[in-house]
């Protein structure tokens, strides 16, 4: 079956301009996260939806990041004014939680976004 | 807060070599613990997990068993392949309502025939 998509696979903007990155994720998961992968940082986490409960946005660096997912698929994570150091690579995850609270179902990556700030 | 570190690579080895990468974490609670591989290209994938203590997890010929009293998860492989080649990454996540999953800084294996 189809996994997890992203797109651009690669995106090259000029510091200060707008992006959008687009996630896809597999087909009847319920939650969505964003990751960022960067030299130096490692892989850290954004973002998290699950369902129609309010996302947990506490990864998110600076309020010049915001996502959104609508009608519980397709998310769109946006970075306003660009700076050199947004530069990595956006990574997308869905998984199928549970409704108990215990959160161990398995993340499934989509290949990821490359952004270069010039 | 929850951490994971893993040994700096890059590791380099011949085929057929043993494979040990270190990873140890510093997490409250009972986590679950994984190990993620990224081949040239390609997105994560998860390889192994474990979710609870002395639970060993395996994969295509690779083992990693959560040891809580030494709060290690160390990856290893009897006999390495070229195919192998890829960035390997420890990662936890608390099993108390949601938890993201926290990686280590990553590892990358290099094999050589």
């Known amino acids: 079956g189809a996994g997890v998509s992203q797109s651009p696979s690669n995106k090259v903007t000029e510091k200060g301009k707008d992006v959008e990155l687009r996630c896809d994720p597999i087909s009847g998961h319920t939650a969505l996260y964003w990751y960022r992968q960067s030299l130096g940082q490692g892989l850290e986490f954004l973002i998290y939806?699950?369902?129609?409960?309010?996302?947990?946005k506490s990864g998110l660096p600076s309020d010049r990041f915001s996502a959104e997912r609508t009608g519980g698929s397709v998310s769109t994570l946006t970075i306003q004014r660009t700076q050199q150091e947004d530069s990595a690579v956006y990574l997308c995850?869905?998984?199928?939680?549970?409704?108990?609270?215990?959160?161990?179902?398995?993340?499934?990556f989509g290949p990821g976004t490359r952004l270069t700030v010039l | 807060g929850n951490s994971v570190t893993q040994m700096e690579g890059p590791v380099t080895l011949s085929e057929e070599a043993f494979l040990t990468i270190n990873c140890t974490y510093t997490?409250?609670?009972?986590?679950?613990l994984f190990w993620y591989v990224q081949y040239p290209g390609e997105g994560l994938q998860l390889l192994l997990k474990?979710?609870?203590?002395?639970d060993k997890g395996s994969n295509k010929g690779f083992e990693a068993t959560y040891r809580k009293e030494t709060t290690s998860f160390h990856l290893e492989k009897g006999s390495v392949q070229v195919s192998d080649s890829a960035v390997y990454f420890c990662a936890l996540r608390g099993n108390t309502g949601f938890q993201k999953l926290v990686f280590g800084t990553g590892t990358r294996l290099l094999v050589s025939p």
């Open positions: 997490a409250t609670g009972y986590p679950s």
């Open positions: 995850a869905s998984s199928l939680e549970g409704t108990s609270g215990r959160f161990r179902n398995e993340q499934f």
């Open positions: 474990a979710t609870k203590a002395d």
């Open positions: 939806f699950q369902g129609n409960s309010a996302p947990d």
